[in-house]
């Protein structure tokens, strides 16, 4: 049988859809049927398993799947025997105490003999023994939330992206514990035919996600003005410069970064640009 690489990805939840849409962005076309265990790409050498994300860390510590995706959190939570290849910047979240939204907390010394309730005992056993503090830990399997409204714990270490869900349950976070997002692991030993496999799976990711954060800019500019246009524009060697049919004026593109765009493109305006084309880039192949 020919080398393929084998990937394990969330069946379903928060990661399964942003997983599936990061193979697709990659080029790779998956065969239907993602309600299987497992299924295959029509083109590319991967095998797609589908599986509960803690027991991705598993799979791919005994050499079931080669890679997989699965938050940070997860990892450090299973401490297996596997390598952090690539954060994917999906899944973002982080890992926080809360208490009641009227309980008084002046730190993590107001931890101090309570009760703790999460599904994630040995990062919090970790936190509260850099801290020096004894607290007892409930380990519970799933709504962790209500527990301090049940009696159950004083605090809670949970997951929490927006913070709406400690809201509706009467709670306030108060600490940070970890921050995590969705990442590409692997396991430490690949086979040769594996490893290549992987890095052109590697070399897409980051083409793509690169692509994400960059946009391609078109723009007029009087000739007059070129210099101070094109000192404003990085682009990935220098912008390329045309000339227009209107003689005195030239068309400039180039990519700029999403985060800077708004006050690139005030500059740009300001130093006499028009027509400004901002435009989404599919890959960006460095
Ligand atoms: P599974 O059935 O696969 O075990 P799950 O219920 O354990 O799923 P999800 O709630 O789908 O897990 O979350 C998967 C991952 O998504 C988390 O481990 C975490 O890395 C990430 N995540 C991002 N935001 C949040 C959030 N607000 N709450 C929980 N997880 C989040
Ligand atoms: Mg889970």
Same mark, same amino acid.
């Given at each position: 049988? !020919?080398?393929?690489?084998?990937?394990?990805?969330?069946?379903?939840?928060?990661l399964h859809?942003? !997983?599936?849409?990061?193979?697709?962005?990659?080029?790779?076309?998956?065969?239907?049927g993602?309600?299987?265990l497992?299924?295959?790409?029509?083109?590319? +050498?991967?095998?797609?398993?589908?599986?509960?994300?803690?027991?991705?860390p598993?799979?791919v510590e005994?050499?079931?799947?080669?890679?997989?995706?699965?938050?940070e959190?997860?990892?450090y939570e299973?401490?297996?025997?596997?390598?952090?290849?690539e954060?994917?910047?999906?899944?973002?979240?982080r890992l *926080?105490?809360?208490?009641?939204?009227?309980?008084?907390?002046?730190?993590h010394?107001s931890?101090?003999?309570k009760k703790?309730a999460t599904?994630? +005992?040995?990062?919090v056993e970790r936190?509260?023994?850099?801290?020096?503090?004894?607290?007892?830990?409930?380990?519970?399997?799933?709504?962790?939330?209500?527990?301090?409204?049940?009696?159950?714990?004083?605090?809670?270490?949970d997951?929490?992206? *927006?913070?709406?869900?400690?809201?509706?349950?009467?709670?306030?976070?108060?600490?940070?514990i970890l921050h *995590?997002?969705?990442?590409l692991?692997?396991h430490p030993?690949?086979?040769?035919g594996?490893?290549h496999?992987?890095?052109?799976l590697l070399?897409?990711i980051?083409?793509?996600?690169?692509?994400?954060?960059?946009?391609?800019?078109?723009?007029?500019?009087p000739n007059?003005?070129?210099?101070?246009?094109?000192?404003?524009?990085?682009?990935?060697?220098s +912008?390329?410069?045309? +000339?227009?049919?209107?003689?005195?004026?030239? !068309?400039?593109? *180039?990519?700029?970064?999403?985060?800077?765009?708004?006050?690139?493109i005030?500059?740009?305006k300001?130093?006499?640009?028009?027509?400004?084309?901002?435009?989404?880039?599919?890959k960006?192949?460095?």
């Amino acid at each position: 049988m !020919s080398t393929r690489l084998r990937i394990a990805i969330q069946k379903s939840g928060r990661l399964h859809d942003d !997983s599936l849409k990061l193979l697709k962005d990659c080029g790779i076309d998956l065969k239907n049927g993602i309600n299987k265990l497992k299924t295959e790409a029509d083109n590319f +050498p991967l095998e797609v398993f589908f599986l509960r994300d803690d027991d991705i860390p598993e799979y791919v510590e005994d050499a079931v799947a080669d890679i997989g995706i699965v938050g940070e959190n997860v990892i450090y939570e299973k401490n297996r025997a596997i390598t952090i290849s690539e954060k994917l910047g999906f899944g973002k979240c982080r890992l *926080s105490v809360a208490v009641g939204r009227n309980e008084i907390y002046t730190g993590h010394q107001s931890l101090q003999n309570k009760k703790i309730a999460t599904t994630y +005992p040995i990062l919090v056993e970790r936190f509260l023994k850099e801290k020096n503090i004894s607290a007892e830990i409930h380990e519970i399997s799933g709504s962790v939330e209500i527990a301090p409204g049940i009696g159950l714990a004083d605090a809670i270490v949970d997951l929490v992206s *927006s913070g709406s869900t400690l809201f509706m349950n009467g709670l306030r976070e108060v600490e940070t514990i970890l921050h *995590s997002e969705a990442v590409l692991i692997r396991h430490p030993e690949l086979g040769a035919g594996q490893q290549h496999l992987l890095e052109k799976l590697l070399f897409r990711i980051r083409s793509v996600r690169k692509a994400r954060h960059t946009k391609y800019i078109l723009l007029n500019a009087p000739n007059e003005k070129l210099k101070e246009i094109i000192a404003l524009l990085p682009g990935m060697k220098s +912008p390329t410069v045309l +000339p227009l049919a209107e003689a005195g004026w030239s !068309s400039v593109h *180039s990519v700029v970064n999403e985060n800077d765009f708004w006050e690139i493109i005030e500059k740009l305006k300001s130093a006499g640009a028009q027509g400004i084309l901002v435009v989404p880039i599919e890959k960006m192949i460095l």
